[in-house]
């Protein structure tokens, strides 16, 4: 009998925000009551091999479905924050890739919930390829381009309840 292979383990990435704590409310300014501008994140060192961050950000409460707030990918392994309030722009300064939101536009775009307490993931990943995307790439198309190439993910979640 030959000995079984460990199976993949994928590590695990810790992503904060000084904006919030994990499952704490979202202050008001980062969403669509105020600013609406893209909180300060931060993350641990991604694993050997990782070449690429991508970033998405979605709402699985709303009514319609999974809403998506946020898609940013191609941000360079050297990246381990983005500051507050990220350019809504196509491409960034070093290469990030903004995809389209769930309202269509690139960028950031906060928690505006119709009704009801929300929760908001943002899930970052430590991939080892860039990705071979436009910017305006949706979602589902950045999902299907990271597949077998994440070797690590992290999550931070915010609520968020209209006054």
């Known amino acids: 009998m030959g000995a079984c292979a460990p199976a993949k383990t994928t590590m695990e990435l810790k992503i904060t925000s000084a904006a919030f704590q994990n499952g704490a409310m979202i202050p008001k300014q980062f969403t669509c009551d105020d600013r609406d501008v893209s909180p300060s994140l931060a993350w641990t060192e991604g694993p050997a091999g990782t070449k690429t961050f991508a970033l998405i950000c979605n709402d699985p409460d709303a009514p319609v479905g999974t809403w998506v707030h946020w898609v940013l990918f191609n941000l360079p392994a050297t990246t381990a924050e983005l500051p507050e309030n990220i350019a809504p722009e196509p491409t960034l300064a070093f290469g990030e890739r ?3 939101n769930s309202w269509g536009r690139f960028g950031y775009g906060g928690p505006c919930p119709p009704s ?3 929760r908001y993931f943002f899930k970052l990943y430590a ?3 860039s990705l ?3 910017p305006g790439a949706t979602k589902m198309e950045v999902e299907k381009a990271m597949q077998g190439h994440s070797l690590a993910q992290g999550q931070l979640m ?3 309840k209209r006054q």
Do not use: E, S
Request: proline content about 7%.
């Open 132 to 134: 071979a995307l436009p």
């Open 116 to 118: 009801g307490t929300h």
């Open 98 to 100: 903004h995809g389209k």
């Open 127 to 129: 991939l080892d390829a």
């Open 158 to 160: 915010g609520r968020y």
